[in-house]
């Protein structure tokens, strides 16, 4: 049975962006690359290069998962149906699939590491299912105090990689809006960042970059993503001293309503930025943002707070 199309339905089809943006399979490898391209005068130089070799480990993990997608497909499209995420982040880490992935990222380092390395290492590997699960858990909830924070990138990496992973093996096409603006249609995880794309169907479009598995999804321009308000919305860069008005590659969307703040990427400016590379690299923004009153709600879990 064929469907036929009012005049305004076939309008506003010819219109519609495209809801969704996914990452490439070699996410983590373009990711790592940027960071250390980033490293090179940064103050924070040498942790973006560690992040750099977790992000190859990563992809490494992708490129030969340890374990199956463990959602089954039947469920997959339950939740979709229902306007439900189906790798939904609260349930998955509690079952535990992910703790496969971390164990794998661990075999990647050798055991006898020394250093503030080797001993974030040799803590979670002397560490129990259990424990492990509860970091992922508080970690996911943004609970940091629960997390000794010089296990969080490896942690997050680990997260990252299985839902990553997963992502790729869903009918993404099929799912819908969350039911804010910065939750992931995927995982119900926060956004970390936005991306204003540069190419094709999507040029010009803001997408808001998942903090866990990656998605990216399709949020209107000019809106607090927390709040919903457009007015005196502003735009704040480091870089405004060298770069034209409005063609800073990084600028943060502060909401004087809610004193929230987003960083956004603008690919127009600078092709080769990634959300969680950028962000990372950018930390002096959160600072100087911090000082302004502004709040960050976007975790970016290879990194703990403060």
Known sequence: MSTILEPGQIEASAVMPPFLHLPPGNLFELRAARLEQLAEGNALGDYLKLAARLCRIQQQ???????DMPVA???QRLCISHGLPPLAADSLVREGPWLAWLQALLGHFDADTSGP??????ALRSSGDDQRKGWGIALLAG??????????PFLGAALQAAWGSWLLALPAPELKPAGSLAQ???????AMAGVVRNRGK????????????????????????????????????????????????????????????????????????????????SLALDMRLDEEGFHRLAPNLMLAPG
Not at 143 to 152: G, H, N, R, T
């Open 143 to 152: 609970q940091y105090d629960a997390v000794p924070a010089a296990l969080v």
């Open 73 to 75: 497909e039947q469920r």
């Open 202 to 281: 999507h040029n010009g479009l803001r997408y808001l970059a998942c903090s866990l598995c990656a998605c990216e999804w399709h949020v209107v321009r000019v809106k607090c993503v927390y709040c919903e308000s457009s007015k005196d919305l502003r735009y704040t860069s480091l870089d405004d001293d060298r770069h034209a008005p409005g063609k800073a590659p990084l600028r943060a969307e502060c909401c004087p309503a809610c004193k929230s703040y987003l960083k956004h990427n603008y690919l127009e400016n600078d092709a080769a930025a990634e959300p969680l590379a950028d962000d990372l690299a």
């Open 117 to 122: 390395l080797g001993e974030a290492l040799q």
């Open 184 to 190: 992931c249609p995927a995982c119900g995880s926060p």
């Open 61 to 67: 993990l992708v490129d030969n998962p340890p374990g």
